[in-house]
């Protein structure tokens, strides 16, 4: 079956920095992935997606690679601002089965 | 209101008692989903509903887990017989198509039980 996993469990970074989150899959027939963020007290929020036929999507301050041959997405925020501390998820979906497998997350914590 | 809603946010239940968790999507979405999440981990996919087609329930742990989509829209999520391993907060995430999409999450119930 699918499982994803994301590489650390936590990432604690400086404010202004940039951020790099990643992720890996196992089920190569995956074809569309998706981040998500979740705050606290609340449910996952759409972040930016991208389809297996891309390799590179760039969003506002944040950008979406996908590296098929390793099964290996990243999520990367630029210039990290204390509104992006927040648990951070990555989803795989083989769109011929209907539902995503979620990784366990990633807990991003800004320092002002 | 625009997104998805679910009800109650909270639900403190004895162990043993039977709840129902009620999700309200986003109008015109028809693909419903139920996951789960324990303390600090991902979430756990329960079940998902495409339009009128049979529901994948292949995520249900137990017998003591249902749920059913009326008419299309709103839906809820049964458990019977709570046990203490049951509490986590429940998601509902719903989207405009079943395949393809992103998702879109209610705030979920947190459910305890004691």
């Known amino acids: 079956g699918e499982s994803v996993g994301l590489h650390l469990p936590t990432l604690s970074v400086q404010e202004g920095d940039n951020s790099i989150i990643n992720c890996a899959y196992s089920?190569?027939?995956?074809?569309?992935f998706i981040w998500y963020k979740q705050e606290s007290g609340k449910g996952p929020q759409f972040i930016i997606d991208?389809?297996?036929?891309?390799d590179k999507r760039q969003g506002q301050r944040v950008t979406v690679l996908l590296n098929k041959t390793v099964k290996h997405l990243s999520l990367q925020i630029a210039a990290t601002q204390p509104g992006d501390s927040a648990v951070y998820f990555c989803?795989?979906?083989?769109?011929?089965?209907?539902?995503?497998?979620f990784g366990d997350g990633t807990t991003l914590t800004v320092k002002p | 209101g625009a997104g998805v809603s679910q009800s109650p946010s909270n639900k403190v239940t004895e162990k043993g008692k039977d709840v129902e968790l009620r999700c309200d999507p986003i109008?015109?979405?028809?693909?419903l989903y139920w996951y789960r999440q324990s303390l600090g981990q991902g979430l756990e996919f329960l079940i998902y509903?495409?339009?009128?087609?049979?529901?994948?329930k292949s995520g249900l742990p137990s017998d003591r887990f249902s749920a059913e989509r009326t008419g299309g829209s709103v839906s809820t999520l049964t458990i019977q017989r709570t046990q203490q391993e049951d509490s986590a907060v429940y998601l509902c995430?719903?989207?405009?198509?079943?395949?393809?999409?992103?998702?879109?999450f209610g705030n979920g119930t947190r459910l305890t039980v004691t």
């Open positions: 995430a719903s989207s405009l198509v079943g395949k393809g999409a992103p998702l879109h």
């Open positions: 089920n190569s027939a995956s074809d569309y």
């Open positions: 991208i389809r297996s036929n891309m």
């Open positions: 989803a795989a979906l083989n769109t011929n089965a209907g539902k995503s497998t």
């Open positions: 109008s015109g979405h028809t693909a």
């Open positions: 509903f495409q339009g009128n087609s049979a529901p994948d």
